[in-house]
Nanobody, 126 residues
Framework: QVQVVESGGGLVQPGGSLRLSCTAS????????IGWFRQAPGKEREGVSC????????LYADSVKGRFTISRDNAKNMVYLQMNSLKPEDTAVYHC???????????????????WGEGTLVTVSS
C-alpha cells in the first residue's frame, strides 16, 4: 500500500526549533514534488512549503518565509522541513504529500498532491 509517513512533531517552546521528516513506503519520492501542509484546530488546511523533485524549486507561504526551510535527500528517500523561530500560531497537524507533477506556485502544489500522510502534531507553547 502506497503510504507517505511524517515524523518529528512534538511540543516546543516559542522561539524553538523542530525538524519534520517525510518518507514513503512502497515507492520512492525522487520523482515527486513534495509539499508540507498544516491544519490548525478550527481552521482550513493551508500550504506551508513545497519542493520540486530536483529541489530546483522551493516555495514557502509568506507566514513561514525566513523561518522554515524545506530540503530533500533523494538517496535516503527523505524530505525535511526545518522549522526555526516557532510561534504559537504554528501549532497544527503537519501533513506531507507527494505529487507527480512539476510545481511553480503554492497553488499548483496544494491542488495536485496525490498521496497524503496522516500528519504529525506540532505544538508551540510555553
Amino acid at each position: 500500500q502506497v503510504q507517505v509517513v511524517e515524523s518529528g512533531g512534538g511540543l516546543v517552546q516559542p522561539g524553538g526549533s523542530l525538524r519534520l521528516s517525510c518518507t514513503a513506503s512502497e515507492f520512492t519520492l525522487e520523482h515527486f514534488s513534495i509539499g508540507w501542509f498544516r491544519q490548525a484546530p478550527g481552521k482550513e488546511r493551508e500550504g506551508v512549503s513545497c519542493i520540486s523533485s530536483s529541489a530546483g524549486t522551493t516555495l514557502y507561504a509568506d507566514s513561514v518565509k525566513g523561518r522554515f526551510t524545506i530540503s530533500r535527500d533523494n538517496a535516503k528517500n527523505m524530505v525535511y522541513l526545518q522549522m526555526n523561530s516557532l510561534k504559537p500560531e504554528d501549532t497544527a497537524v503537519y501533513h506531507c504529500a507527494a505529487g507527480g507533477i512539476s510545481i511553480a506556485t503554492m497553488d499548483e502544489c496544494y491542488y495536485n498532491m496525490d498521496y497524503w500522510g496522516e500528519g504529525t502534531l506540532v505544538t508551540v507553547s510555553s
